[in-house]
């Protein structure tokens, strides 16, 4: 399914996970379609300043 979406122009990135008992290699993918209106405008909210400072989470 990551494939086709992937095929398909779905953009995505990837970020650590930090649920309650997540290791280091535990990992979220969110996938989205770019969009100038809404529902597909996408906000990051990093409250607790844990997400990577660089470009190592995008593919």
Do not use: C, E, T, Y
């Not at 969110?30 to 100038?36: K, L, P, Q």
């Amino acid at each position: 399914m990551a494939q086709r979406l992937f095929a398909d122009g779905v953009a995505r990135v990837v970020l650590p996970s930090f649920a309650p008992g997540a290791g280091a290699a535990d990992v979220n993918v969110v996938f989205w379609r770019w969009s100038d209106r809404l529902p597909h405008r996408v906000r990051v909210v990093d409250d607790w300043d844990r997400l990577p400072k660089d470009d190592s989470s995008w593919l």
